[in-house]
C-alpha cells in the first residue's frame, strides 16, 4: 500500500513538475530580409524562461540540413534568457523558409519557430 501511495505521489509531481515550465520568444519568427550570398546566416532567437522551474531544452530539430540549429546545453531558470542560434547556408540563392521544432520540458512538449528571407547572388545586391 505504502509502495502504491509513493509511486502516485510520485507521478502526480511529475505532471505538475511538467507543466511548471513555459518560455516567451521574443520573435517566433526571424525574417532576414534580403541578404548577399555568402553572407553571414547566423541569427539568434531570444526567450524567457516564464515559468517557476527549470526549463531544458531536449532538442531541436530542422526542415533542412540547410539550417542548423544550436540549442542552449544548460537548463535556463525561471525569470532567465536563452537563446537558439541559427545557422542558415546563404550560398544557396533565392527565397527560403525553414521550420525548426524544439522539443523540451514545458507543459507544451512541441515549439515550433522559423527563419525566412531571399538569398540575392553576390553581384546583384543594391544598398541605400
Known amino acids: 500500500m505504502k ?6 505521489v510520485l507521478f502526480l509531481v511529475g505532471i ?3 507543466e511548471a515550465q ?11 530580409g534580403k541578404v548577399a550570398q555568402s553572407s553571414n546566416g547566423v541569427r539568434v532567437f531570444e526567450f524567457t ?4 522551474a527549470p526549463l531544458i ?3 531541436i530539430k530542422s526542415s533542412c ?16 534568457k536563452g537563446q537558439i542560434s541559427v545557422s542558415y547556408d546563404t550560398k544557396r540563392v533565392g527565397a527560403f523558409s525553414k521550420a525548426f521544432m524544439i522539443f523540451s520540458n514545458t507543459k507544451t512538449e512541441r515549439k515550433s519557430i522559423k527563419i525566412k ?12
Open 65 to 80: 540540413g540547410c539550417a542548423v540549429p544550436q540549442k542552449p546545453e544548460k537548463p535556463i531558470m525561471p525569470g532567465e
Open 22 to 32: 513555459e518560455f516567451k520568444f521574443e520573435k517566433e519568427t526571424i525574417n532576414y
Open 16 to 18: 505538475l513538475n511538467c
Open 57 to 59: 531544452i531536449k532538442d
Open 49 to 52: 524562461n516564464v515559468g517557476n
Open 117 to 128: 528571407g531571399y538569398v540575392i547572388k553576390e553581384n546583384t545586391l543594391v544598398t541605400n
Open 3 to 8: 509502495l502504491q501511495i509513493t509511486v502516485l
